[in-house]
C-alpha cells in the first residue's frame, strides 16, 4: 500500500476515533452539570477541538501556529484522561445504579472522575519533564579490534522545532556527554516536521558540542520526512556534523559495520539484504532503524544490534497499550540468540506534554565485543 494513502488512512481512522471521544467527553459533562446546554454546543466544541490540531499541523506556516498548537496539544491529552477516567466511572455508576444508589452517588462518581483527569494531567505533565537514564549491557560474539568495549548513547524522536527551547536540548547533549559515549546514535525523528526552525533556532549549535569520537550517526524517521525539502535537511543535519546513514552502510575505523535504514513508510527504501550483501559477516555489524516492527527481517540478515524508537513508550495511557499491541518490543530490550533488539522510548514529545505509563529517556549501551570461541576439536 503507497505510504500517502496508509497515512491518509491511519489520519482519518485517528480524527474519527479523536471526535468520538470528544463527544462522549462533552456528552457526558454536559449531561452531569449543564442539562440545560443544547447538544449543538457539544458537538460544535468536540469538532472544533478535533479539528484544531490537524488544521494547525496542515495550513501552518513553517513557523507554525505555536499558541493553537500548544492549547491543541494540551487538549488532546486532557480529553484523553477525561475519556478514561469517565468510562471508569460509567463502569462504577452501571453497578451501583443497580444496587439503588441514586442521582448525588452518581455525581459524587463523576466529580471524583474529573479530579482524577486533573491530577493525571499534572502528573504527567511533570514527570514529562524529567529525563531519565536507562542502562543496557550487550555482548556481541564478533571481534571488533582496537575495541573490545564500546559505549553509545541513544537519543530518538526528539521532535525538535515549533515551541522545543534549545535549552532543553542543550540538557539532553549535557546529559549525554556525561555518559562518555564513544559514539552517539539518532534513530529518527529528529525534527518534527520542518526544518526551518532546526536552522534559525540553534540546535545545530547544540548538536555540535557532543563529544562523540567516533561520531553522530542519524536515520530518519517519519517526522523527518514531513519536510519537503529532503536536500535542505541533509545539509541542516550536515551542519550540526550529523552523518545521515539513511539506506547505507558506515566502516567505523576498520573495526565494524553502522547500518540505518530509511523510514519503514517510505516506499522507496532498500531492503536490508540490498544494503548489507556486501559485508563480510565476521565483523560486527549496528542497524539503525526508526522503527521496531520488521525486527525479524535484521535479525534473518545478521545484525548484531538493532537500535530503534518511534513508539514513545506509548507516551501516555492508554495509548501505551496501544503500543504493546502493536509492536513485539514497545519499550527495552530484547534478545533473540546472537539479534538484539533496543528500543527507546523517546528524549522528546509528540503531541500532548504528558507521559503517564512511558519516560523520556535517553539511552546507554555498553557493549562488549567476544570472538566466538574456537569449535571443539574431535
Known amino acids: 500500500m503507497p505510504s500517502e494513502l496508509s497515512a491518509m488512512i491511519f489520519l482519518s481512522v485517528f480524527l474519527l476515533g479523536y471526535f468520538a471521544v470528544n463527544a462522549f467527553v462533552f456528552w457526558r459533562i454536559r449531561t452531569l452539570w449543564f442539562p440545560g446546554l443544547g447538544r449543538a454546543w457539544g458537538f460544535l466544541a468536540a469538532t472544533v477541538l478535533t479539528a484544531a490540531y490537524p488544521i ?9 501556529w505555536p499558541t493553537v498548537e500548544m492549547l491543541a496539544n494540551l487538549w488532546m491529552g486532557v480529553v484523553m484522561f477525561l475519556c478514561s477516567w469517565f468510562l471508569a466511572g460509567e ?20 466529580f471524583t472522575a474529573l479530579a482524577l483527569s486533573v491530577l493525571t ?33 541513544v537519543l530518538s524522536d526528539l521532535h525538535l522545532g515549533k515551541g522545543k527551547p534549545v535549552a532543553w ?15 552517539v546514535l539518532l534513530v529518527g525523528d529528529i525534527v518534527d516536521s520542518s526544518v526551518k526552525s532546526f536552522e534559525s533556532g540553534g540546535y545545530a549549535e547544540a548538536f ?12 530518519r524517521g517519519n517526522h523527518d520526512f514531513f519536510e519537503s525539502d529532503s536536500g535542505r535537511l541533509k545539509d541542516a543535519f550536515k551542519a550540526a556534523h550529523i552523518t545521515l546513514i539513511d539506506d547505507s552502510v558506515c566502516e567505523v575505523q576498520g573495526a565494524f559495520y553502522m547500518a540505518g535504514r530509511k523510514d519503514y513508510g517510505q516506499t522507496n527504501r532498500l531492503s536490508l539484504e540490498q544494503i548489507t550483501k556486501n559485508l563480510p559477516k565476521d565483523k560486527p ?11 525479524e527481517e535484521s535479525a534473518e540478515a545478521g545484525v548484531d544490534i538493532q537500535f530503534s524508537g518511534h513508539t514513545h513508550g506509548g507516551q501516555f495511557f492508554p495509548a501505551t497499550l496501544v503500543t504493546k499491541l502493536l509492536y513485539t518490543l514497545n ?13 527507546s522510548s523517546g528524549a522528546g514529545l509528540w503531541g500532548p506534554p504528558f507521559r503517564v505509563g512511558s519516560q523520556s529517556e535517553i539511552v546507554v549501551v555498553d557493549i562488549t565485543f567476544h570472538p566466538p570461541p574456537p569449535e571443539a576439536a574431535f
Open 56 to 64: 494547525a499541523r496542515i495550513f501552518a506556516p513553517d513557523e507554525g
Open 91 to 110: 463502569c462504577v455508576w452501571f453497578v451501583l445504579r443497580r444496587k439503588g444508589c441514586g442521582l448525588k452517588t452518581r455525581n459524587r462518581i463523576f
Open 121 to 153: 494531567a499534572l502528573w504527567g505533565w511533570v514527570h514529562a519533564q524529567q529525563l531519565y537514564t536507562v542502562q543496557y549491557a550487550v555482548k556481541v560474539d564478533k571481534s571488533a579490534p582496537p575495541f573490545s568495549n564500546l559505549r553509545v548513547v
Open 169 to 183: 536540548m542543550e540538557t539532553v547533549v549535557a546529559q549525554t556527554n556525561a555518559q562518555a559515549p564513544d559514539m
Open 208 to 219: 555540535r558540542k557532543l563529544n562523540a569520537p567516533l561520531g553522530v550517526f542519524a536515520v
Open 285 to 295: 555489524l549496528l542497524l539503525l532503524d526508526h522503527r521496531p516492527n520488521v525486527w
Open 331 to 343: 519499550h527495552g530490550m530484547m534478545q533473540e540468540g546472537p539479534f538484539t533488539l533496543i528500543v
